[in-house]
């Protein structure tokens, strides 16, 4: 069957079961639009080639599968370096198809042509340049074969013009040679038993559960882990939901912005057990000063990541899902060789004690008066609590990223999306849609902030055109947050270049104009009922513009390169018990 490049494209991307892309058209991609109207993919107009990306992005993180985006060259292309980038840095399989200038034009400064295989090279975990259309079928299932094995990941597909033109005689490879890509997936059996005995004889572990957990599919298994030996679990921005919040072994979020509980948690411990995390420095802080008692069990998909940071005394490379389910059956096999009336392993009453101790004493505290300001915090505990439970929640970069972190409960395995290593301001809307269109049965709330929502808001014309009823949670605070935050704290106060004025845009008039449903409010009382009639629309798009305190911060907080130990806890520690009391604070004592 003779096929155009363009048709076997598609056609290849048909063969592996791609249901949606997000994209822009252009003139060097404009071969392959056309046979998208024959296809069975839905193509989702994006308005930006960003949103594009992070819209593959929030597919991805939500249904598991790779998301796919397709744009044209030259600005096309250098538009989703970004998305690509944050991509990387996350590991979310995503697969990008750029349009390319004719091969003969190549490197003759031609109109939109950029090296896009070359900007690309650092943020893609591999990319194609196409110069023959009989490769095609075989470069697509070469880049789909590497983006979700190993540790998953965004490649790139550049397709000259005169490539998607030419004819070739279609065939569907029966599979993929890559002879320098064997990730190694089954762990050890000497680092698994050594891992298990360092488990039975610890008495103040922690497993670090990063997102590994979710890229593996291992949530399950780690729960097992978990409850068989009794172990706490601390779960970075990444894996939040990996492990559920309403476990009693969960200790929530460790890092810069972490709870006192996890933090302290890993620095105090004897053993970390990290499972796909990679020793962020957001979670580290000093490293130096980082857990400085812990023997280190380290897995990962990735070798690259064993002793980057902090050098394992046990590395296991490897799946986690597997590992962990080897690492039980290890365990299971040394208690089976105790003696009868044994404790099992390490004694950790003391441990546990401590960290049921901390959990009362440190939680995450705030304010909320009645006729005071309106607090971020009450939001989003307020859209939590009048969502539902597997609520899928993404959010931009900054304070409410951290707040929305902190204050929901994920108690369900991917249904949190951020941008956590590159830390992408303008990722929430576009990664919300696309998470709506990968699972249209799940709510799906985007918490973001001003300085976030005015990067990429204009995708809500694409949610609105395409009719995909995503909600946003702006907490309009009228500043870039995390900065004026640091600047208060670390800058003497001098606030350079960070006010965005409350009013300037209209937030619920510029939503309107893009076809969705807004509203604003100011005070407390009326934030429980405009959420209960923002989740009883789902036929568009829905916007809430919360203007909240603009002074409140975000504690705990490690200073930036400062030690753990050195983590500030905020005004309620410098608060009596007493004051905390009066305050309403239920957790003073």
Known sequence: MKLTGAQALIKSLEMEQVEVMFGLPGGAILPVYDPILDSSIRHVLVRHEQGAGHMAEGYAHA??????????????????????????MDSIPMVAITGQVATHAIGTDAFQECDTTGITMPVTKHNWLVTDVDDIPRIVREAFHVATTGRPGPVLIDVPKNISNAQMDW???????????????????????????????????????????????????????????????????????????????????????????????????????????????????????????????HCDIDPAELGKVRRPDVPIVGDCRLVIEALVKAVKHEIAKLPAGSPGRGDTTEWD?????????????????????????????????????????????????????????FNHPYTWINSGGLGTMGFAVPAAIGAKVGRPDKMVWAIDGDGCFQMTAQELVTASAERIPVKIAILNNAY????????????????????????????????????????????????????????????????????????????????????????????????????????GDPNAV
């Open 63 to 88: 249904t598991g599968r790779p998301g796919v985006c397709i744009v044209t060259s030259g600005p096309g292309a250098t538009n989703i370096v970004t998305p690509l980038a944050d991509a990387y």
């Open 171 to 297: 065939y569907w490879p029966d599979g993929v040679d890559l002879p320098g890509y064997k990730p190694t997936v089954t762990g050890h059996p000497r680092m698994i038993k050594e891992a298990a005995l360092a488990i039975m004889a610890a008495e103040r572990p922690i497993i670090y559960a990063g997102g590994g957990i979710l890229k593996a599919r291992a949530a399950e298994a780690l729960r097992e882990l978990a409850e068989l030996t009794g172990i706490h679990v601390v779960t970075t921005l990444m894996a939040r939901g990996a492990f559920p919040d309403d476990h009693p072994l969960c200790l929530g979020m460790p890092g810069m912005h972490g709870s006192y509980t996890a933090v302290m948690s890993m620095q105090r411990s004897d053993l970390l057990i990290a499972l796909g995390s990679r020793f962020d420095d957001r979670v580290t802080g000093q490293v130096s000063s980082f857990a400085p008692d812990a023997k280190i069990i």
């Open 353 to 409: 004690g401590l960290l049921s101790e901390w959990r009362v004493s440190y939680p995450f505290r705030y304010q909320q008066e009645a006729d005071g300001p309106l607090k971020p915090q009450f939001c989003i505990e307020q859209l939590r609590d009048r969502s539902p439970s597997d609520t899928i929640v993404a959010a931009g970069v900054g304070q409410h990223q951290m707040w929305a972190s902190q204050f929901w409960r």
């Open 480 to 583: 870039l947050g995390m900065v004026r935050q640091w600047q208060e704290l670390f800058y003497e106060e001098r606030y350079s270049e960070v006010y965005l004025s409350p009013d300037l845009p209209d937030y619920v008039k510029w939503s309107e104009a893009m076809g969705c449903v807004a509203f604003r409010v100011d005070s407390p009382e009326d934030v429980g009922p405009t959420i209960d009639k923002a989740n009883e629309i789902d036929d568009r798009p829905v916007v809430i513009d919360f203007r909240v305190d603009y002074r409140e911060k975000v504690y705990p907080m490690v200073p930036a390169g400062g030690s753990n130990d050195s983590l500030i806890l905020g005004p309620w520690a410098e608060m009596s018990a007493d004051d905390r009391k009066a305050a």
